[in-house]
């Protein structure tokens, strides 16, 4: 397991660390509340399935550019990239993966999968074998042997346990998660009712089974985690902390939960993760947001 802190060094004083992070967590804390009236708004168009194109290739076809010479080329497809996976939170939907959709199309990747699964899903495991029928089947219509996954917080857990405990290593070559709670969460006490709540908490059957060897597995985790996570708690339950694990924890400052999955220096930094093992170091110039 690797942590990048990303901190500056002068807010290891205690007195500045707490000033910047009062500040800090009022500018979040205002963010959020921006994402979420956005969010409200665009949650209606994500609440139905996406279509799909059972005959989209794989690669697109060559075309010879027409531009004049000396135009910028635009970003291409690599007909390597398997396809991408985006899996929301817990009462969410697909809406929540506009913008980080558009980052991603606009940089080259052309084949973008966004899962809706239930409100009403009460179980980690389930919800994990319906997402390997859907990964089977997005394999099966596109050719790719592996697709990659972002997962924002529930979903990143749901797609962990794919990988780690439902043999899905052999499918997913990276998993990106934003605020995801590995290591179970203590917040809102209310929502506990909701059976899949209390198995996002700490010690629950599911995030036990996580912390289970896991010897062999193929596929190459990389954790975005913010500390001014307020529904993560603590902000660190957020890391993979798992000797089996190829993990690389990536702390953002700055931005909240909500925030994880639209902010263009997370998306940035997402990009990089869904590039080659080789880039991920690149992601220590784009986790600062303050």
């Given at each position: 397991?690797?942590?990048?802190?990303?901190?500056?060094?002068?807010?290891?004083?205690?007195?500045?660390?707490?000033?910047?992070?009062?500040?800090?967590?009022?500018?979040?804390?205002?963010?959020?509340?921006?994402?979420?009236?956005?969010?409200?708004?665009?949650?209606?168009?994500?609440?139905?399935?996406?279509?799909?194109?059972?005959?989209?290739?794989?690669?697109?076809?060559f075309?010879?550019?027409?531009?004049?010479a000396?135009?910028?080329?635009?970003?291409?497809?690599?007909?390597?990239?398997?396809?991408?996976?985006?899996?929301?939170?817990?009462?969410?939907?697909?809406?929540?993966?506009?913008?980080?959709?558009?980052?991603?199309?606009?940089?080259?990747?052309?084949?973008?999968?966004?899962l809706?699964?239930?409100?009403?899903?009460?179980d980690?495991?389930?919800?994990?074998?319906?997402?390997?029928?859907?990964?089977?089947?997005i394999?099966?219509?596109?050719?790719?042997?592996?697709?990659?996954?972002?997962?924002?917080?529930?979903?990143?857990?749901?797609?962990?346990?794919?990988?780690?405990?439902?043999?899905?290593?052999?499918?997913?070559?990276?998993?990106?998660?934003?605020?995801?709670?590995?290591?179970?969460?203590?917040?809102?006490?209310?929502?506990?009712?909701?059976?899949?709540?209390?198995?996002?908490?700490?010690?629950?059957?599911?995030?036990?089974e996580l912390?289970?060897?896991?010897?062999?597995?193929?596929?190459?985790?990389v954790?975005?985690?913010?500390?001014?996570?307020?529904?993560?708690?603590?902000?660190?339950?957020?890391?993979?902390?798992?000797p089996?694990?190829?993990?690389?924890?990536?702390?953002?400052?700055?931005?909240?939960?909500?925030?994880?999955?639209?902010?263009?220096?997370?998306?940035?930094?997402?990009?990089?993760?869904?590039?080659?093992?080789?880039?991920?170091?690149?992601?220590?110039?784009?986790?600062?947001?303050?």
């Open positions: 397991m690797k942590v990048l802190p990303f901190l500056p060094s002068m807010l290891r004083e205690p007195c500045l660390r707490r000033a910047w992070l009062s500040s800090a967590l009022l500018r979040a804390t205002a963010l959020e509340l921006i994402v979420l009236a956005g969010h409200v708004l665009l949650y209606p168009a994500g609440i139905t399935s996406e279509r799909r194109d059972p005959a989209r290739p794989s690669e697109p076809p075309e010879p550019s027409t531009a004049p000396g135009t910028p080329a635009l970003p291409v497809e690599s007909p390597d990239r398997p396809p991408v996976v985006l899996l929301h939170g817990f009462i969410d939907n697909r809406s929540v993966f506009v913008l980080l959709r558009r980052s991603l199309t606009r940089h080259g990747w052309h084949h973008l999968e966004s809706n699964y239930s409100p009403l899903t009460c980690i495991r389930t919800a994990a074998e319906l997402l390997g029928r859907h990964i089977e089947e394999c099966g219509r596109t050719g790719h042997h592996e697709v990659d996954i972002v997962g924002h917080s529930l979903g990143g857990l749901i797609a962990r346990y794919y990988v780690q405990r439902l043999g899905g290593d052999r499918r997913v070559r990276t998993l990106v998660t934003l605020g995801t709670p590995h290591g179970g969460t203590a917040v809102a006490p209310m929502a506990s009712a909701h059976p899949i709540v209390r198995q996002m908490r700490s010690g629950s059957a599911p995030i036990e912390r289970r060897p896991a010897p062999g597995c193929r596929t190459r985790f954790s975005f985690w913010s500390e001014l996570d307020q529904v993560i708690v603590p902000a660190e339950a957020a890391c993979i902390d798992h089996d694990l190829d993990a690389q924890n990536v702390r953002v400052s700055g931005i909240g939960h909500l925030a994880l999955p639209v902010h263009p220096a997370v998306a940035a930094g997402i990009r990089q993760a869904l590039e080659s093992p080789e880039a991920a170091p690149g992601l220590a110039g784009t986790a600062s947001v303050a």
